[in-house]
């Protein structure tokens, strides 16, 4: 039989399986995919199992279960000054990936353009294209990978429907600024331009700083879709739990994509969540646990050839590798998964145009030792 012509023609296997399944064939100390490395709370694999127990195994409302939704309520008024609806506003969803495609689905007609920044989460572009639209790149440079907000305004037209954010961001690990949103929010003053903010890593923002999320600035949380992730922030990616936030006419047009993707998500993971979040402390040590990580990576890497670049956020962290060898990205990270035993992804993935910076991303949400063995094969290598 004679398929019809691909939507996504040029997508094949991600780098994070082909990194993956190279880093099983050699038994590397696998650093590649981004997932933590240790146990959620056994607190919360109580309360799931008490949920099951007590029967609540069916389908759950299609925005989400009601009582969970208003604690996600109350923790957004609480931690940014914005108070969201919970019947309205707020919609459980099967994982941030999912969220965000519901977004692209409701807004991006065929002809729009999205403003994207590279490096870039590899969802986004793919979920553009299935609906129509144009990706529309703004290049971020290392080593900050800070905003160049002319070329951001140059890059508006007038079929820009939205533009995406990603902070903190992945896979820079670098933070945007209150300059940044404030920038952002001056730009899109007065415009039909939808933003959607990608805010995964939200409480893993290192040093003291404050997580500049776009539901602080009034002209920017009329227009936000806001996506969050139970699974990044609890340690559960496997669970594919998240939600999204949006004003009600906005929300009103991803739930009528959302329902007939999923319908709704795992209830007793959500029964179990709301009474989890009873306790309001449960993501307060987040920054610290991860900052503790960072610092003991960079701290073993110290004297090495690599250069580490700045990590302000997430659970990534950068390493330059010019000092240490001419190899593209991807020969690089093959180089060190076969022959050093450390799995690593290659930057230039995140690019849509393959620029290669000579840098590799690692994830380090594991257990110490294992980032200490990986801290140790890193630093003592010598590559031409």
């Not at 919360?44 to 309520?73: C, F, S, W």
């Not at 009034?218 to 996506?227: F, G, H, I, T, Y």
Request: aromatic fraction near 10%.
């Amino acid at each position: 039989m004679e398929l019809p012509p691909s939507k996504l023609p040029h997508v094949g296997t991600t780098i994070f399986s082909v990194m993956s399944a190279l880093a099983q064939k050699h038994g590397a100390i696998n650093l590649g995919q981004g997932f933590p490395g240790f146990s959620i709370d056994s607190r919360l694999i109580d309360e799931v199992q008490t949920a099951m127990r007590e029967g609540h195994n069916q389908y759950a409302p299609m925005p989400g279960y009601a009582p969970l939704v208003k604690v996600i309520a109350q923790k957004i008024e609480d931690r940014y000054g914005h108070r969201y609806d919970s019947a309205a506003e707020i919609t459980i969803t099967a994982g941030a990936t999912q969220a965000l495609y519901a977004v692209f689905a409701a807004f991006v007609q065929p002809g729009d353009e999205v403003i994207l920044f590279a490096p870039a989460y590899d969802s986004y572009a793919p979920a553009i294209r299935v609906h129509g639209g144009e990706p529309v790149w703004v290049k971020l440079r290392e080593p900050n990978y800070q905003v160049d907000w002319d070329e951001v305004a140059s890059k508006i037209t007038s079929r820009t429907r939205m533009i995406v954010i990603n902070s903190p961001n992945n896979p820079t690990g670098s933070v945007w600024s209150a300059e940044d949103m404030d920038r952002l929010q001056s730009l899109l003053a007065g415009t039909n331009i939808i933003l959607l903010s990608d805010e995964v890593y939200e409480h893993l923002v290192f040093d003291g700083a404050q997580h500049a999320s776009a539901i602080r600035y009034p002209e920017l949380v009329k227009r936000a879709c806001v996506v969050f992730s139970f699974g990044k922030t609890f340690h559960a990616t496997g669970w594919k739990m998240g939600y999204v936030c949006a004003p009600a006419d906005m929300m009103n047009r991803i739930r009528q994509i959302h329902q007939y993707l999923v319908f709704s998500v795992n209830t007793p993971i959500q029964v179990a969540l709301h009474r989890y979040m009873q306790d309001s402390t449960v993501w307060n040590s987040l920054a610290s646990f991860y900052q503790a990580k960072r610092d003991r990576f960079i701290d073993q890497m110290q004297g090495s050839a690599w250069e580490l670049l700045p990590c302000n956020g997430t659970y990534f962290q950068l390493l330059r590798f010019t000092r240490l060898s001419d190899k593209s990205d991807m020969d690089m990270a093959k180089h060190m998964t076969e022959h050093v035993g450390v799995t690593m992804i290659p930057c230039s993935a995140f690019y849509e145009d393959g620029y290669d910076a000579r840098v590799l991303r690692l994830c380090f949400a594991k257990e110490d030792h294992v980032l200490d063995e990986a801290a140790h094969r890193l630093k003592h290598i010598s590559i031409s």
